[in-house]
């Protein structure tokens, strides 16, 4: 009998002891810090056309991206206010002394949307599936470390391993928004070669899942997409209570600017974003009536620029253009051309003095690598003619430049005619260049066919553009900073660099990707800075201010430079009366 | 005793006369201000007290200028006047003025240099001194005056409806009477050509053929190019006017005797049929003119006509099509209250031809 009895406290001890150990790999939860809020309520944000696609393998616009992220989860994430990375499906990570190898701890015991376990099994498949070549993703580019794909191995169940073929500096950003993919879900599409048409915007949404805080409930065709909460979301708030506290997130299309402001005054819409600093100024005065608050959150990773074509013609399609480019690919040109516009001018009138001029790609927003020591160029007419003079340019009649052979210096200037901020830049350094007798031209032209002409045909002489650093890091950058890289815009194909201080840069990039220490990395980069700063490959011109805005009555709104500038944080956004948010 | 016979005769005749008193009104204040508008824009470096592309970086979206008689303490000026104003509150719109900064408006004074068919001055009409600006209608976005760009723009869109329209009265005039005169084959290819003409949906026609021209073109090559398209797109109807009156003209006694006495096709078209069609010819100009000026101010609207800096009137409506603009900035609308005179204008001109027509037949 005693034997009995203790065999039964021994057996209801080791039923306590795998009970707690289930539910501690059930609830390995994140703790967060921001202020703890009110469960409940819909958020409704705006966006200018819906996602293409819920498959975050294949997604390369900002609508799928906006959506996707909100219904998956990363390894690592970059926090968009701090720009500092921070942890999430995994739990730890240590790196080993030459920065080869990444170990990764995953939380243990989370579940994705629909209820299966989540484990290093869909790590591994989903790292299988996005450095596939076949499957064509995007994010493979990033996982290419030293010209080799990185290696994935499981340690256990809850351990995984990434070895780089170099060091690698940016290892820990390169997790941000690579969505782990579950497995059991999209396995077999993947061994049919069926991946890139997985998840669809007619899948039902019971057949897909994620990790993200929210799930798919509902697609209405070119009107709107309705996400829910997902109640296996693995964080939770001070108080212990699981987030998100939305119950439910809707995505309206409206696709001018114009009428998403006009949304957002109505209160149809809750958050908008990518507020033109007009708009800004519009809406400003209507906070305390309309009972919304704007945020300047300061200069994005946005640059706009001014590029020339330097590309070689070599098919000797384009005679006019190669002409016009022995003005283009002196140094001396560009230097007096950066010298001659107003970038005060620039920020003043296109940006109500909401944005920055810049003196390379790299804005003040970007504060870890930001190089203050550049200083931005401001604008004198003397420099920019001492500059022509002695590049051998000369003026007739008054005021028209003319190059060494008596051809006046004159060109088109594309710009997107959909973009009326980039308009008003090209207008602007068009009467600034003209101060210098040079006649530029204006084109505006659709978007598309611009970008054609600057990728594919080469068919333009000069162009105003904008890119947007997808993070703050300077890894990124590499995809265009790099000669030999696909979005080398100035000098498309270049097989060696097709100039000394394109090596130059070439080399200080290699150089950085692979130097682990911060202060190191800093130098190099600075470098880099100095070296574009002075060659102008470009003409750097002005960052915008990031301009958002939200109703008063949300709790945790913290905007941020880096897309997804509002709504990044939706997991810790909440109202402060749910109750009438339905 | 008075026959009401006689009394009803007199009244209707002094009926006509007040009629005819009215249209000949009519006719002459469309004439006289369709003349003077048209000089205005010609000579519009003179008029316009700045040139249409200074920036004045300093006073963008600036409220049309408030021009003074009392100055800031009260005192009464014959002389009309303006002040300075700055920017204070550092919201770059956002302008006060400064009372102690006056300036008197000047009649011929010096200013941008412009040039009127080849000659050169800096003379304007009206203008202040620096610091202070007068902007009559405000300016845009990058500093520039709406009223100069006004009367800089109208050239461009008067001019583009004046001459598309010319165009395709030459080329209706031209085919009509072939087609009146030669009738059976000829008429029929240039009628059904007409047609075709008449029946395209101008407007996208107009889209579609702009948009295979290349992009990269000068203004003005895109102005002529503008105009081009509106002309060719708008002969048909001109056509079929001038056909109608040669084909009932030619059936004419004095027409049938010249031809009795051996007048050729070609003779009797030129001398005895083409001057019957320049009432016609003159009362459809009228008409023209204005849709053309419309379909250039919607294709300049659009981005399709003049770029940058040059103005139209209708590329500078095309900054109001933003929100911001349009509940903002109310003086970036006037461009578009241009063209109204001008088209009431060319329509009482209209009128008055066609009753004149109608009298006279």
């Known amino acids: 009998m005693r034997f009995r009895a203790l065999a039964r406290i021994v057996c209801f001890f080791l039923w306590c002891v795998s009970m707690l150990a289930g539910a501690q790999a059930q609830e390995e939860l994140l703790r967060t810090t921001s202020e703890a809020g009110n469960r409940g309520g819909n958020l409704v944000i705006a966006q200018r056309s819906e996602p293409r696609t819920f498959n975050p393998v294949t997604a390369v616009d900002q609508n799928s991206f906006g959506v996707n992220a909100r219904m998956q989860a990363d390894l690592i994430h970059i926090n968009r206010v701090t720009q500092k990375t921070e942890p999430a499906l995994a739990k730890s990570w240590t790196a080993s002394k030459d920065g080869t190898q990444f170990t990764v701890k995953l939380r243990q015991g989370l579940k994705f949307s629909d209820g299966a376990p989540f484990d290093a099994d869909d790590v591994l498949f989903s790292f299988k599936v996005y450095l596939d070549e076949a499957v064509h993703s995007p994010q493979r580019d990033l996982l290419i470390i030293g010209g080799k794909p990185m290696v994935v191995q499981k340690v256990d169940e809850y351990t995984v391993r990434f070895i780089f073929s170099a060091p690698y500096s940016a290892a820990e950003r390169v997790f941000d928004s690579l969505a782990m993919l579950p497995r059991h879900l999209l396995e077999k599409d993947y061994q049919e070669g069926k991946i890139n048409q997985a998840w669809a915007l007619n899948t039902p949404p019971d057949k897909i899942a994620g990790l993200g805080a929210f799930r798919l409930k509902q697609v209405i065709p070119g009107e709107r997409v309705l996400l829910e909460r997902n109640p296996n979301y693995w964080k939770i708030d001070a108080k212990g209570q699981r987030l998100p506290y939305l119950d439910q997130l809707t995505f309206v299309v409206v696709p001018s600017q114009d009428a998403q402001v006009i949304r957002f005054q109505a209160g149809d819409s809750q958050i908008i974003s990518g507020l033109s600093a007009e708009n800004y100024a519009v809406l400003e005065p209507e906070q305390q009536t309309r009972h919304f608050k704007l945020y300047d959150a300061g200069p994005g990773l946005e640059y706009n620029f001014l590029m020339f074509n330097l590309n070689d013609d070599t098919e000797g399609r384009l005679p006019e253009v190669v002409r016009k480019q022995k003005w283009f690919r002196d140094v001396r040109f560009r230097q007096a051309v950066s010298a001659a516009i107003d970038r005060g001018a620039i920020v003043r009138l296109v940006y109500r003095n909401r944005g920055v001029g810049l003196a390379t790609h790299v804005s003040p927003g ?104 997808g993070d703050a890091d300077p890894t990124p950058d590499m995809n265009v900073l790099m000669s030999n890289a696909q979005t080398h815009l100035w000098h498309l194909n270049e097989k060696s660099p097709a100039t000394p201080w394109e090596a130059e840069i070439d080399q200080l990039m290699q150089k950085q990707l692979v130097t682990l220490d911060y202060q190191k990395r800093k130098k190099i980069y600075d470098r880099v800075q100095e070296v574009l700063a002075q060659q102008l490959p470009v003409v750097y011109l002005a960052s915008p201010d990031i301009l958002v805005g939200a109703q008063e009555d949300l709790g945790n709104f913290r905007p941020a430079i880096i897309e997804q500038y509002t709504f990044w944080n939706a997991d810790e956004l909440f109202w402060h009366t749910p109750a009438g948010r339905h | 005793m008075k026959l009401p016979f006689a009394d009803r005769s007199a009244d209707r005749s002094h009926k006509k006369a007040g009629v005819r008193g009215s249209a000949r009104f009519k006719l002459t204040w469309a004439i006289w201000f369709l003349v003077a508008i048209h000089a205005v824009v010609v000579l519009a470096g003179f008029f316009a007290p700045y040139n249409y592309e200074t920036q004045d970086r300093e006073h963008p979206y600036a409220a049309p200028t408030k021009i003074h008689f009392v100055d800031c303490a009260g005192k009464f000026h014959l002389r009309p006047f303006v002040y300075a104003t700055r920017n204070d509150d550092g919201s770059v719109i956002g302008y006060n003025e400064d009372c102690s900064q006056p300036a008197k408006v000047g009649i011929f004074v010096h200013g941008d240099e412009y040039s009127i068919v080849g000659v050169h001055s800096t003379r304007h009409l009206f203008g202040v001194q620096s610091p202070a600006s007068i902007f009559l209608m405000g300016t845009d976005g990058f500093g520039r005056d709406q009223f100069s760009r006004l009367l800089y723009g109208g050239q461009v869109s008067l001019f583009a409806g004046f001459v598309a329209a010319s165009f395709s009265a030459l080329v209706g005039l031209l085919l009509g009477g072939i087609a009146g005169m030669y009738g059976g084959r000829v008429d029929d290819i240039a009628m059904r050509l007409a047609e075709i003409f008449i029946t395209v949906p101008w407007f996208y026609f107009l889209i579609a053929v702009r948009a295979f021209l290349p992009l990269q073109i000068s203004p003005v090559v895109a102005f002529l190019l503008v105009i081009a398209v509106i002309g060719v797109v708008g002969w048909g109807r001109p056509a079929r006017l001038v056909r109608g009156v040669v084909l009932s003209a030619r059936e004419r006694n004095f027409v049938l005797a010249a031809r009795g006495f051996g007048a050729s096709n070609s003779y009797l078209l030129r001398r005895h049929l083409m001057p ?86």
């Open chain 1, 366 to 469: 970007n504060r870890a690598w930001y190089d203050a020591a550049v200083a931005v160029p401001v604008r004198s007419l003397d420099k920019a003619r001492e500059l022509l003079k002695t590049a051998g340019f000369s003026w007739k009649d008054g005021n028209t430049l003319v190059d060494s052979s008596g051809q006046p210096v004159e060109f088109t200037i594309l710009v997107s005619s959909s973009n009326t901020q980039r308009g008003q830049i090209a207008t602007l350094v068009q009467e600034d260049l003209k101060a210098i007798g040079i006649a530029a031209h204006v084109v505006p032209m659709e978007g598309r066919s611009a970008n054609d002409r600057v990728l594919n045909s080469h068919d333009y002489e000069a162009i105003v553009m904008g890119l947007v650093s």
């Open chain 2, 276 to 361: 019957l069609t320049f009432r016609v010819m003159l009362t459809q100009m009228a008409v023209l003119i204005p849709q053309f000026i419309l379909a250039e101010v919607i294709l300049s609207f659009l981005g399709l006509g003049v770029g940058e800096p040059f103005p139209s009137w209708g590329n500078m409506l095309a900054r109001a099509q933003q929100y911001n603009v349009l509940v903002s900035y109310w003086w970036m609308l006037l461009p578009g209250l241009a063209p109204v005179p001008v088209f009431l204008a060319y329509h009482s001109l209209a009128e008055t031809l066609q009753e004149r027509i109608k009298s006279n037949i």
